[in-house]
């Protein structure tokens, strides 16, 4: 990324994520912005310097993520689905709310994200206890 796009990048926040202390603090991140701001591209970024650590790292779409969940619960695999990201110590999960849709999708869909939320995060506290 260059200075010149107006992209108001914040040098030592972005060497604060370089240093991969939020994944050892245990804590989330968001980067939001306007389409083609670079979101995508920091967020592999942040992915690769995780690898470099020893960290483990996933990205994926968000609609694929939800089409994951809505498979696995079909065909009966939703707790292997669960372990399967679980296991990360960075996912990353993008193009999050880019895609319009009703309210009724936005409720369906909010339930399932924060059932798997609430899951990986159990399944994160329970491996971490073992």
Sequence with gaps: MTKKTKRKINKV????????????????????????????????????RAIQEGFSAYYIRTATLLEEINLSRIDGSYTNLIKRFARYKLLILDDFGISPITADDATYHYCKIRGLSYNLLFVRYVMKMV
């Design 13 to 48: 926040q972005i060497l604060s994520l370089a240093s991969m202390d939020f994944i050892r603090s245990r804590q989330n991140i968001i980067i939001n912005g306007k389409t083609g701001t670079g979101k995508t591209f920091l967020a592999e970024a942040l992915a690769i």
